[in-house]
């Protein structure tokens, strides 16, 4: 496998900086506007064409399980409790009995594969499009809900485009960071293309670095997306952008935004974002058969006024 090292390129931006950049991407994003953003890409052409993507009918998760017990990425896991089962409270077990339970979530939690919906990112008093930021309120969001952008769910081509994978290496320690330089690299060594409308996700080995060497705190350093990085989103037109962490790097490589990529993502460009997938069960298939586009199936849960919500998104390859 031909191995790539991380060119010297872009690092810190400058608030001044960063600024051009927000301002350069929303202009250019302009397509993207109303309640589905960048989603308006999905034609219902693009997702019959993406269904062409479908060879074997072989269907691989990209979400990572649900986890219940704390840790130093994930403070408040998930609850799960049981409301009822056979034998409660010595209850007889004859005849009919249901089992039954509940669960609890964060949904944009450190660990837990989510969705962000547009209503997600408040910057400088709005949301993405200039909506107010008061349609955001302690009852819920009134606009740009993930009910509002994806009641029929997200549906389109995948790709994968894998930078470990490119630079020979299982994964990418915490504070790096990914160019757009790299994701061209990749596609180039993977032999596919990123084009209008597609839901682009990129691995960078969270996922199995957190199985191999534990938990640790991502607040503090984890992997993601140089904001610089987003031109190359906007010049393909994706329509979502997913990552095995949460597609920002820490510490932020932004003067003043501890989000930048989430700011120019959602709130300038109108992206819907992944948060902490896992493509450990689908970047060997993807290896092996050769090829790493797929039709990929998003299904949030309707959840009305919601910022978000837990996905399982399924390759179908």
Do not use: K
């Given at each position: 496998?031909?191995?790539?090292?991380?060119?010297?390129?872009?690092s810190?931006?400058?608030?001044?900086e960063?600024?051009?950049?927000?301002?350069?991407?929303?202009?250019?994003?302009?397509?993207?506007?109303?309640?589905?953003?960048?989603?308006?890409?999905?034609?219902?052409?693009?997702?019959?064409?993406?269904?062409?993507?479908?060879?074997?009918?072989?269907?691989?998760?990209?979400?990572?399980?649900?986890?219940?017990?704390?840790?130093?990425?994930?403070?408040?896991?998930a609850?799960?409790?049981?409301?009822?089962?056979?034998?409660?409270?010595?209850?007889?077990?004859?005849?009919?009995?249901?089992?039954?339970?509940?669960?609890?979530?964060?949904v944009?939690?450190?660990?837990g594969?989510?969705?962000?919906?547009?209503?997600?990112?408040?910057?400088?008093?709005?949301?993405?499009?200039?909506?107010?930021?008061?349609?955001?309120?302690?009852?819920?969001?009134t606009?740009?809900?993930?009910?509002?952008?994806?009641?029929?769910?997200?549906?389109?081509?995948?790709?994968?485009?894998?930078?470990?994978?490119?630079?020979?290496?299982?994964?990418?320690?915490?504070?790096?960071?990914?160019?757009?330089?790299?994701?061209?690299?990749?596609?180039?060594?993977?032999?596919?293309?990123?084009?209008?409308?597609?839901l682009?996700?990129?691995?960078?080995?969270?996922?199995?670095?957190?199985?191999?060497?534990?938990?640790?705190?991502?607040?503090d350093?984890?992997?993601?997306?140089?904001?610089?990085?987003?031109?190359?989103l906007?010049?393909?037109?994706?329509?979502v952008?997913?990552?095995?962490?949460?597609n920002?790097?820490?510490?932020?490589l932004?003067?003043?935004?501890?989000?930048?990529?989430?700011?120019?993502?959602?709130?300038?460009?109108?992206?819907?974002?992944?948060?902490?997938?896992?493509?450990?069960?689908?970047?060997?298939?993807?290896e092996?058969?050769?090829?790493?586009?797929?039709?990929c199936?998003?299904?949030?849960?309707?959840?009305?006024?919601?910022?978000?919500?837990?996905?399982?998104?399924?390759?179908?390859?």
């Open positions: 496998m031909a191995t790539h090292a991380r060119p010297a390129g872009p810190w931006l400058t608030a001044a960063f600024d051009a950049l927000y301002r350069r991407l929303a202009s250019r994003a302009a397509w993207a506007e109303g309640d589905r953003g960048a989603l308006a890409a999905l034609t219902p052409a693009r997702v019959l064409a993406a269904t062409r993507e479908v060879r074997t009918g072989r269907t691989v998760t990209l979400a990572a399980p649900v986890q219940t017990s704390p840790g130093p990425d994930d403070p408040e896991p609850t799960h409790r049981m409301s009822q089962w056979p034998g409660r409270s010595g209850e007889s077990t004859s005849g009919l009995h249901f089992a039954m339970d509940g669960f609890a979530m964060n944009h939690g450190d660990v594969s989510h969705v962000d919906a547009l209503c997600h990112v408040v910057y400088d008093g709005t949301l993405h499009g200039g909506v107010a930021a008061s349609t955001v309120t302690a009852d819920g969001a606009a740009l809900t993930i009910e509002d952008a994806a009641h029929d769910g997200i549906v389109g081509r995948g790709v994968l485009l894998d930078i470990p994978r490119l630079r020979g290496l299982p994964w990418l320690e915490p504070g790096d960071h990914v160019t757009a330089g790299d994701l061209g690299a990749a596609e180039s060594a993977q032999h596919v293309r990123v084009t209008e409308g597609d682009l996700f990129v691995r960078v080995g969270h996922r199995r670095r957190r199985a191999e060497l534990g938990a640790w705190h991502v607040a350093a984890r992997v993601g997306l140089h904001p610089s990085a987003l031109e190359f906007a010049d393909r037109r994706v329509a952008l997913g990552g095995d962490g949460n920002d790097t820490a510490p932020s932004t003067e003043g935004v501890g989000f930048p990529v989430h700011v120019l993502a959602i709130h300038a460009m109108g992206l819907h974002l992944l948060d902490y997938l896992q493509f450990e069960d689908l970047a060997p298939v993807c092996a058969e050769g090829r790493w586009s797929f039709l199936v998003v299904a949030p849960l309707r959840l009305p006024d919601a910022t978000g919500s837990p996905v399982n998104p399924i390759a179908v390859l």
